[in-house]
């Protein structure tokens, strides 16, 4: 059984920097991609930022250039640094991975608090 921890959320003023780790179990297989998504107050979950096993990464539109998604070389640890954070950056941060074998399964963490606040 597939398991994501994440860690590393808090309370941070604007303009500060966090890392977030999410830690998996063990070896995924058929791994597609492993990413953050965030869900605010009365939004819905959205992404943050993924890597594809192939290579390929995404950023949502409002962390390019501040946000930075990365791994270990095994897959067990992905990381995401968070610079410059602003108020509306405030969410509940999930790790998620995919995985493609007959069918595509989706894991989620427990998720972690990132709040932004002066």
């Known amino acids: 059984q597939v398991q994501l921890v994440e860690s590393g959320g808090g309370l941070v003023q604007p303009g500060e920097s966090l890392t977030l780790y999410c830690t998996t179990s063990?070896?995924?297989?058929?791994?597609?991609?492993m990413g953050w998504y965030r869900q605010a107050p009365g939004k819905e979950r959205q992404l943050v930022a993924r890597?594809?096993?192939?290579?390929?990464?995404d950023y949502a539109d409002s962390v390019q250039g501040r946000f930075t998604i990365s791994r270990d070389n095994a897959w067990n640890i992905v990381y995401l640094q968070m610079n410059s954070l602003k108020a509306e950056d405030t969410a509940v941060y999930y790790c998620?991975?995919?995985?493609?074998?007959?069918?595509?399964?989706?894991?989620w963490g427990q998720g972690t608090q990132v709040t932004v606040s002066s």
């Open positions: 890597l594809s096993e192939d290579g390929g990464i």
């Open positions: 063990g070896v995924i297989p058929n791994l597609l991609s």
């Open positions: 998620n991975a995919v995985q493609s074998h007959r069918t595509v399964t989706q894991y």
